[in-house]
């Protein structure tokens, strides 16, 4: 139910500047990596949030509160920031998920079409609506996050490689 909202707001027109490159869906929260100017993001993440708690209680056939608090920001500015945010998003499942194999990424997140996996990918799923890929606009989040080290895909967050 939440990816199918989440999938929706992929057709929204954001503000200038704001975008949602990768994102993951936890049981009761959801991680979302944003890239945005400094007048883009208030008005950006208000966006979302409304538009995401109109359609989920649309689809819900309910009313009232969907977000219990506000968002948490942490503004990145150093390539391992970066590479430390991509890994806990794309892997944070690993630390409450029974899944032990190796190869295997999220479902619920981007984690499938990130393009910078070290290691094999066992892709397990289809996904009929994956989240658009977008043209990167910073460059630590589309590169320079690399200079920190590669991502594996059995990484677990915390971990150091």
Do not use: C
């Amino acid at each position: 139910m939440i990816r199918l909202v989440l999938l929706r707001q992929k057709t929204r027109a954001y503000e200038r500047g704001f975008q949602v490159p990768h994102f993951s869906i936890q049981g009761d929260h959801l991680h979302l990596i944003v890239e945005a100017d400094a007048q883009a993001l208030r008005a950006g993440i208000s966006g979302f949030a409304i538009s995401f708690a109109r359609q989920l209680n649309k689809l819900l056939s309910r009313r009232g509160s969907v977000w219990s608090d506000r968002y948490h920001r942490h503004d990145l500015e150093t390539p391992t920031k970066i590479r430390n945010v991509l890994r806990y998003v794309f892997q944070n499942w690993k630390k409450h998920s029974i899944v032990k194999a190796q190869g295997y990424v999220d479902p619920f997140s981007s984690a499938g079409r990130f393009d910078g996996w070290s290691g094999i990918i066992q892709r397990v799923w289809l996904d009929p609506q994956p989240w658009p890929t977008y043209r990167l606009r910073t460059w630590l989040l589309e590169e320079g996050w690399r200079r920190a080290g590669p991502l594996h895909v059995d990484d677990r967050p915390g971990a150091r490689r």
